[in-house]
């Protein structure tokens, strides 16, 4: 993902959205998650929602910018995100690709075709 935004973050605007903790401790754990000892109780609070963001962001290495969803969690009610989802927007905000949801379906190949598509319909308006 770090190298299809770094290809194109000039002609598409790049975001990850933290939304609630797919397998919360305090919630629906798995097993992987605690074999791995990651194991993060469900932010109650902005700054907590803050807090595991930037350790998301560190743990996996995103360099694109990542944004919080609400603590009503809008964002992900709005997209069916969790517990994770590839989105393309077009320039006025309307979906353009909508990934699978879930982990099964995060399909990266697929997102870059869309990107490489929205990149392309952006360039050619920009051009007229």
Request: glycine share 8%; aromatic share 10%.
């Amino acid at each position: 993902m770090n190298e299809i935004y770094e290809s194109y973050k000039g002609r598409v605007d790049f975001y990850l959205v933290y939304i609630r903790e797919a397998h919360p401790s305090d919630g629906w754990q798995v097993r992987s998650n605690i074999e791995a000892s990651l194991e993060f109780l469900e932010p109650k609070t902005e700054d907590e929602r803050a807090e595991m963001a930037g350790v998301c962001m560190l743990d996996l290495g995103f360099k694109m910018p990542m944004l919080l969803d609400n603590m009503e969690n809008e964002v992900d009610d709005k997209y069916a995100a969790l517990p994770e989802r590839l989105y393309v927007l077009d320039k006025e905000g309307q979906v353009f690709f909508r990934g699978v949801m879930g982990s099964r379906g995060f399909n990266v190949d697929t997102w870059l075709e869309a990107v490489q598509a929205q990149a392309a319909l952006s360039g050619a308006q920009a051009a007229e």
